[in-house]
């Protein structure tokens, strides 16, 4: 989430059986142009979300170095700014009346020294300051509150107003690691998953006694994906110092375990439609490898497997249509490639795109209902990263 940077972090370090929504395209893949998104002076930029009217949302770096929460839109670039630190992001899209939520450091010093939002552990600079999730509107940032600790991240927010993030509580964590800034650890207290309405927090219930969770999307009928586990160290996908080890969905008050594709951990949703299909990570036996999944109340948890080569896969993002998009990664961590599914199968974004592009694409974050992907590419030729928006090109697939 967040700064939810995956992409930044990681380089640190047969066919697709579908549920009801996800059938294979009747015509032919899909072309795109792609028009690359600018900065803010810096030079690094990610984007995480589109809408349907194609306002894309993110965030991108100044001159200084620091990282602001930025909207795209067309060739307008809005820098909605921080609470008085020096980094902020927006994972979601903004709402039907323009709300936007996201995360930002405040000028206050953390007590426990916490890189909450994980902006330093994903390449920002160190502020040592508080992060809270928070609520824009008409150029304003109000800070949401936690559950009694100093930090909180705002993930998304429906037409409603409603508001799915994560919050900590004053409580000391037992399943943190040691406090090490030397090997990246940094959380100290538990950190829950939550919901906001009204300026409003709710907590909400974690599976199996899990101590920590989040909350990562939510529609516009209530329903709230997210997961629940340990402390950890950052994981890169979601920002957060989290190991995973349920995937859920909590569908106005009940909690519901997705299930695994057979690993005991690693289990995490990153994204939902408004059909309550949910995309994500899971294990598979032995939980040495993980894939991406889709999961439906119908079908279940289906496997959404890596590019052929390549050994794992994560699904982030799935529009209305039941289109799906996320990433694909070799066995050292070193490759990645961004994919949509095509006609059933994972198919590489980047041989859907003009072949002299100036980026190498290399996640799917998300898809609007018009067809049109945003995420994380690289310069071909700098190898700074930039995020992107992919156009279907008209006629090129006329379901889209």
């Given amino acids: 989430m967040k700064s939810r940077s995956i992409v930044i972090a990681?380089?640190?370090?047969?066919?697709?059986?579908?549920?009801?929504?996800?059938?294979?395209?009747?015509?032919?893949?899909?072309?795109?142009?792609?028009?690359?998104?600018?900065?803010?002076?810096?030079?690094?930029?990610?984007?995480?979300?589109?809408t349907s009217e194609g306002v894309v949302s993110g965030q991108a770096s100044l001159a200084n170095g620091n990282w602001h929460a930025i909207l795209w839109?067309?060739?307008?670039?809005?820098d909605l700014g921080t609470l008085g630190g020096l980094n902020s992001s927006v994972f979601g899209s903004p709402?039907?009346?323009?709300?936007?939520?996201?995360?930002?450091?405040?000028?206050?010093?953390?007590?426990?020294?916490?890189?909450?939002?994980?902006?330093?552990?994903?390449?920002?600079?160190?502020?040592?300051?508080?992060?809270?999730?928070?609520l824009w509107q008409d150029g304003w940032m109000i800070p949401l509150p936690t559950l009694g600790g100093y930090n909180g991240a705002a993930s998304a927010i429906?037409?409603?107003?409603?508001?799915?993030?994560?919050?900590?509580?004053?409580?000391?964590?037992?399943?943190?690691?040691?406090?090490?800034?030397?090997?990246g650890q940094y959380q100290v207290l538990q950190d829950k998953p939550v919901v906001w309405e009204n300026g409003h927090i709710k907590e909400l219930p974690t599976y199996g006694g899990d101590p920590d969770g989040y909350a990562i999307a939510i529609n516009n009928h209530g329903q709230v994906a997210g997961g629940s586990g340990t402390c950890s160290t950052n994981d890169p996908v979601i920002g957060l110092y989290f190991s995973p080890i349920h995937a859920l969905l909590w569908d106005h008050g009940k909690v519901i375990n997705l299930g695994s594709l057979g690993g005991a951990f690693g289990n995490q949703a990153h994204g939902?439609?408004?059909?309550?299909?949910?995309?994500?990570?899971?294990?598979?036996?032995?939980?040495?490898?993980?894939?991406?999944?889709?999961?439906?109340?119908s079908a279940g948890m289906q496997d959404v497997p890596p590019l052929p080569g390549d050994t794992y896969s994560i699904a982030l993002a799935i529009n209305d249509r039941g289109e799906v998009g996320g990433l694909s990664i070799d066995a050292t961590f070193t490759t990645l490639r961004a994919f949509v599914v095509v006609e059933g199968v994972p198919t590489d974004l980047n041989t859907l795109v003009p072949a002299d592009s100036i980026l190498q694409l290399q996640t799917v974050c998300g898809i609007n209902s018009r067809g049109e992907i945003t995420g994380l590419a690289v310069e071909k030729g700098t190898g700074q990263y930039r995020g992107y928006l992919a156009i279907p090109l008209a006629g090129a697939n006329s379901g889209r």
């Fill in 73 to 78: 839109q067309g060739r307008f670039k809005r």
């Fill in 158 to 183: 429906n037409n409603q107003g409603v508001v799915a993030g994560n919050a900590e509580t004053a409580t000391t964590d037992s399943t943190c690691p040691p406090y090490d800034p030397t090997q």
């Fill in 272 to 297: 939902m439609n408004n059909r309550g299909q949910v995309v994500g990570a899971s294990d598979l036996a032995g939980d040495a490898v993980f894939h991406g999944f889709v999961w439906s109340q």
């Fill in 95 to 134: 709402n039907a009346i323009g709300q936007v939520v996201g995360e930002a450091e405040t000028s206050h010093s953390d007590p426990n020294g916490e890189d909450f939002c994980g902006f330093y552990a994903s390449g920002a600079p160190w502020s040592g300051t508080t992060c809270r999730g928070f």
């Fill in 10 to 50: 990681l380089r640190m370090l047969g066919l697709l059986v579908l549920p009801a929504g996800l059938a294979a395209q009747e015509n032919s893949q899909p072309r795109y142009r792609v028009v690359e998104l600018g900065t803010l002076g810096g030079t690094y930029s990610q984007s995480f979300s589109v």
